[in-house]
């Protein structure tokens, strides 16, 4: 999928000059210092918001062994980080680290009612997309081999549609269930069915953190959806219009 940079395989780690990293959020740049470890949270060098679902000390970035790394140094929150346009995608969770081999990776990650997100850049990086890769994301190709039925994609619209209508915007209100059914016209009985039934699709392909544990859903599982969705591209704004197609209106209705 990714082809390794001829410098980054022929060069030794000690002699190559530290690789400049830079950090956006809510439209404003920072450059991440590579002699320090950089914190993301509710406090640290990036104090994102005073949320107080949000850990003080979240994320750090620094740069080690000749790469950058992005730690989750929190206790209870996950992110999900997405690198080449949505084709690869990694779950990170507390405790994990992993390192940033692309040119932009996003990190998004939900507390409580909100969802963040987040990108760090490099213009050298020592991994890049294939001219494959780039011609399938460029596309109509979806990344996962994922296949919903209309209903079960327009729910997963309704849940994202704040991060899909975001124009510059890094924080957005995850909508209730509630919200959601009432969006589609639905009721909360058919909505947590079809929720239950794209959730256990996702689970079976391996997507991680849409169950906590055998048998048991977790309680954040619309927050990862929404992320995994969203940075996979199962959903874009170009699936906006599905909220208000009358022909599923009327399939939902006869459901009933």
Known sequence: MTDVKADAQTAPAAERATPPLRLEFAGEWRDVPAD?????????DLAIDDNPYLHRQF?????RDGLWWLANVGVRLAATVSSAGGAVQSWLSPGARMPLVFERNVIVFTAGPVTYELSLHTEEAPYE???????????ETTVM???FTAMQKQLIVALAEPMLRREGVSMNELPSSTAAAKRLGWSMTKFNRKLDNVCDKLDRMGVQGLRGGPGKVATNRRARLVEYAVTSQIVTRADLPLLDD????????EED
């Open 129 to 139: 997309i294939s001219r494959q890769v780039e011609e399938s994301m460029s596309g």
């Open 145 to 147: 081999p994922a296949r």
């Open 246 to 253: 009358e022909s599923l209106r009327e399939a939902a209705a």
């Open 59 to 63: 994320l750090d970035v620094q740069f």
């Open 36 to 44: 320090r470890a950089f914190v993301i949270g509710r406090e640290g």
